[in-house]
Each structure stands twice: as structure tokens, then as C-alpha cells.
């Protein structure tokens, strides 16, 4: 059985991941209440144990509704769900000793939404690992 990842999950303003550091530069972290539509973003913090370096992590990051819909948006003459996936890889550097925990990092900068008002969750899974972070859309 393969160790647990930690996982966190932020929602802010902007953020910017650096990939050769997984650290997050976020501006604007921590809210939870959305005033109106605008921009944000989702910055994931991860600490992968060091026996699952050099493991492709697949991850999918989507928006569902407060009925777990998925999210969508107007995309030409249908609707597309908000998500993204990908892969998230860590090395072992040379010199880190065994046992160690590994930074990888991963934003979603989203562009501003029509959500109506009411309550909504980014679903993060990640390998075998699943974590949500909810916010509100204020009238």
C-alpha cells in the first residue's frame, strides 16, 4: 500500500506555482465568500512521501454545485463542465535523505464565472486521495 499524501487545498485571489520549488505564491488566500463574479483561484499545496517519488500523480480539480452537479460554463453552442486535470511528478533530489517529504504544488487561476448565488466545492482527486474546499456566491 503506497503512503498518504498531504494535500491542501486554498482558495485566493490569484496564485502562481513554482514548479522547481513547489511552492504556491498566492495573493488574497484563506476567503470563503465570493461577492459578486470575479476572478480567483486554487492553489494545491502537496507533500509527497518519498516513496512515491518519481510516481506520476494524476489529478482532476472540478467545480460542482451544492447539489454535486458539476459546474459549467457556456462554451460556443453547449455547456462544459469546470475542471482541470493533469499529472504531478516528483524527483528525489540528490542529497535528501530517505524518509523525507517532497514538495509539489499545483493553481488553478479561474477567470470570472457566471455562478448564481449559493454554495460550491472544487473536488480535488489526486492518485487515491480526494479533498474539497467549499465557498459561497453572495447575491
Wanted: proline fraction near 11%; charge should be negative; hydrophobic fraction near 45%.
Amino acid at each position: 500500500m503506497a503512503s498518504p499524501l498531504d494535500v491542501q487545498l486554498i482558495l485566493c485571489d490569484a496564485a502562481q506555482a513554482d514548479p522547481s520549488s513547489g511552492k504556491v505564491h498566492m495573493l488574497g488566500a484563506g476567503w470563503s465568500v465570493m461577492t459578486g463574479p470575479g476572478p480567483h483561484a486554487v492553489a494545491v499545496l502537496i507533500k509527497v512521501p518519498w516513496d512515491r517519488a518519481n510516481e506520476p500523480l494524476p489529478l482532476t480539480l472540478t467545480l460542482v454545485d451544492e447539489d454535486g452537479h458539476p459546474a459549467t460554463v457556456a462554451i460556443g453552442a453547449g455547456e462544459q463542465p469546470i475542471e482541470s486535470s493533469g499529472t504531478i511528478e516528483v524527483g528525489r533530489p540528490a542529497g535528501v535523505a530517505p524518509g523525507s517529504m517532497l514538495n509539489a504544488s499545483f493553481a488553478l487561476n479561474v477567470p470570472p464565472l457566471p455562478l448564481k448565488p449559493g454554495r460550491y466545492v472544487w473536488n480535488l482527486s489526486l492518485a487515491e486521495e480526494t479533498r474539497s474546499e467549499a465557498f459561497t456566491v453572495s447575491a
